[in-house]
């Protein structure tokens, strides 16, 4: 551990040098510690109930989130908040889930767009989407979690590892 014990026969303050060692002692030590970004998610679903869960879990580790329960408001809303990520029903009255965030996308393609459904016409409405050059993240009804947090936190769709971007910053 820095700054305890010793290390060899000088103590991690010591230098064998005295002109280094004062000035060693007498230079306070500055770190420059960049904060992390916190991230921005935006939780759409037409069951209030199901935006409003989502988004207490979110909270639970840190990040910060808006609920809403149509596409259209989530459009709306969408270059204001300026997200990070988009969570969001496939099946959706008025504007799909799909729909919304192929628009997103538009606005800003570095968006990440994790689509859930638990219906299974969902899957048809996924397979032209991606015909149309379109892909998403998906995940199924009900969603756990523990997934949820993985999906958002742990990968960026490719199965590679997320950017440092992507870690929870810690509460100031």
């Known amino acids: 551990m820095f700054g305890r014990g010793e290390v060899g026969r000088y103590s991690p303050y010591s230098c064998?040098?005295?002109?280094?060692?004062?000035?060693?002692r007498e230079t306070p030590l500055v770190f420059f510690v960049q904060p992390m970004k916190k991230l921005t998610v935006m939780v759409v679903d037409?069951?209030?109930?199901?935006?409003?869960?989502?988004?207490?879990?979110?909270?639970?580790?840190?990040?910060?989130?808006f609920a809403f329960s149509s596409g259209h408001d989530?459009?709306?809303w969408f270059s204001r908040i300026n997200p990070d990520a988009v969570i969001m029903d496939v099946v959706m009255p008025g504007l799909s889930g799909i729909a919304a965030g192929i628009e997103m996308r538009k606005h800003s393609p570095a968006c990440r767009v994790i689509l859930f459904s638990g219906?299974?016409?969902?899957?048809?409405?996924?397979?032209?989407?991606r015909s149309q050059g379109h892909?998403?993240?998906v995940l199924e009804k009900p969603i756990k979690p523990e997934v949820l947090l993985a999906q958002l936190l742990g990968h960026?769709?490719?199965?590679?590892?997320?950017?440092?971007?992507?870690?929870?910053?810690?509460d100031e």
């Open 156 to 170: 960026n769709g490719t199965g590679a590892l997320a950017s440092d971007s992507w870690r929870v910053a810690s």
């Open 46 to 65: 037409d069951e209030p109930i199901v935006a409003d869960t989502i988004l207490e879990i979110l909270k639970e580790e840190g990040i910060d989130g």
């Open 119 to 129: 219906q299974t016409s969902a899957a048809d409405l996924l397979n032209e989407a």
């Open 135 to 137: 892909q998403f993240e």
């Open 74 to 76: 989530a459009l709306n």
């Open 16 to 24: 064998p040098n005295p002109i280094l060692h004062r000035l060693r």
